[in-house]
Nanobody, 116 residues
Framework: QVQLVESGGGLVQAGGSLRLSCRASGSLLRINGMGWYRQAPGKERELVATITRAGSTNYPDSVKGRFTITTDIAKNTVFLRMNSLKPEDTAVYYC??????????WGQGTQVTVSS
């Protein structure tokens, strides 16, 4: 099994920045991709960023150019750097990992609140 622990959330003013971290532990073989998702109250969970083992990244238009996903493979950690934050970015952010078997794993989430 894979355990994911997020950190780095908090309260930030609009226009500010945060860096989220997600450390993976457990059975880490055959993980072929990781990503970040977010969910605000009353809204569906949406994809924020993904990265493959080969380093390919993907972002939706809502965050493209502002958010960057990176990894530190040696530390089994994925990061999400968020710049130019907007109030609409306020949500609980969840880390996700996927194995080649299609098994998926989720962290418990970290709250990001952007104030005006």
């Amino acid at each position: 099994q894979v355990q994911l622990v997020e950190s780095g959330g908090g309260l930030v003013q609009a226009g500010g920045s945060l860096r989220l971290s997600c450390r993976a532990s457990g059975s880490l073989l055959r993980i072929n991709g990781m990503g970040w998702y977010r969910q605000a109250p009353g809204k569906e969970r949406e994809l924020v960023a993904t990265i493959t083992r080969a380093g390919s990244t993907n972002y939706p238009d809502s965050v493209k150019g502002r958010f960057t996903i990176t990894t530190d493979i040696a530390k089994n950690t994925v990061f999400l750097r968020m710049n130019s934050l907007k109030p609409e970015d306020t949500a609980v952010y969840y880390c996700n990992a996927e194995k080649t078997s299609m098994a998926t794993y989720w962290g418990q989430g970290t709250q990001v609140t952007v104030s005006s």
